[in-house]
């Protein structure tokens, strides 16, 4: 606890001034003695405050790259050369694929990256597989 030498005011901070009668309780030096240390306690939290939040960004990213399959809930769906044979394909089960317009499916072992082509239906994306047995191939998949 610290006394006013004045008016006896009793309080729990080191106060710069009375809070009840205004007096100046310590001298120039005391003073910054006093307030160095706040403000070096509070430029130490902000720095940490922002090495906590790129440590933390930083750990979400690896997580994420790491968490992330993009083949996952994608193995086993058929993946066609086309959007056109896509929509045949889905309108009638027995559809004959002229020669080079053949199908297959994508295996567990298959990374797949989605490429920036425009489809007819929000449903069609155009992907290519970048390693794993079909390594090289591209299509049409319902997403």
């Known amino acids: 606890m610290f006394v006013c030498p004045s008016c006896g005011f009793l309080s729990s901070e080191r ?10 309780l310590h001298t120039d030096e005391e003073s910054r003695a006093i307030a160095d240390p706040v403000r ?5 939290r902000i720095l940490y405050g922002w090495l906590a ?3 933390l960004l930083l750990v979400g990213a690896v997580l ?4 992330y ?9 058929v993946v066609y050369n086309d959007e056109f044979i896509l929509e045949q394909a889905g309108r009638d ?13 994508i295996s567990k ?9 425009a ?7 155009w992907i290519r597989i970048t390693s794993g047995p079909h390594a090289g191939r591209s299509g049409v998949i319902v997403w």
């Open 69 to 77: 399959d993009p083949t996952a809930g994608h193995a086993g769906s």
């Open 93 to 105: 089960a027995g559809i004959r694929l002229l020669p080079g317009n053949q199908t297959f499916r």
């Open 40 to 44: 070096e306690k509070k430029r130490v």
């Open 15 to 24: 106060l710069l001034f009375c809070a009840r009668c205004g007096k100046r």
């Open 119 to 125: 489809t007819r239906s929000p449903k069609n994306v």
């Open 53 to 55: 939040g790129w440590i």
């Open 109 to 117: 072992n298959d990374r797949v990256e989605k490429m920036d082509l």
């Open 64 to 67: 994420y790259a790491v968490a």
